[in-house]
């Protein structure tokens, strides 16, 4: 089982920035990624960026330039560099374990507020 706690959410300006964290624990034999998604209410979760196991990332079109994923010292800890922030970047922030081997499950963290207010 593999726990994953988000932290770092809460409320900044239009143009500001925050920086989201996502610490993973517990075991598991599969190796992963870590990714960062988000939802309004009534809106399908969506991907916001990632980071596989050679540190390779990616990043939605949308936050592409304003936001930066990376990982800590532990393997096991991510971050998310939010800056130039918009209102529409107002969602509820997940971190998603992304298994190498698909047989592998993914999991989710429990979720962290970003309220971005212009």
């Known amino acids: 089982q593999v726990q994953l706690e988000e932290s770092g959410g809460g409320a900044a300006q239009a143009g500001g920035s925050l920086r989201l964290s996502c610490a993973a624990s517990?075991?598991?034999?599969?190796?992963?990624?870590l990714s960062w998604y988000r939802q309004l209410p009534g809106k399908e979760r969506e991907f916001v960026a990632g980071?596989?196991?050679?540190?390779?990332?990616n990043y939605a079109d949308t936050v592409k330039g304003r936001f930066t994923i990376s990982r800590g010292n532990s393997k096991n800890t991510v971050f998310l560099q939010m800056g130039s922030l918009k209102s529409d970047d107002t969602a509820k922030y997940y971190c998603?374990?992304?298994?190498?081997?698909?047989?592998?499950?993914?999991?989710w963290g429990q979720g962290i507020e970003v309220t971005v207010s212009s």
């Open positions: 980071i596989d196991t050679e540190d390779g990332t």
């Open positions: 517990g075991y598991s034999y599969c190796e992963y990624g």
């Open positions: 998603k374990t992304e298994p190498v081997n698909l047989l592998c499950r993914a999991y």
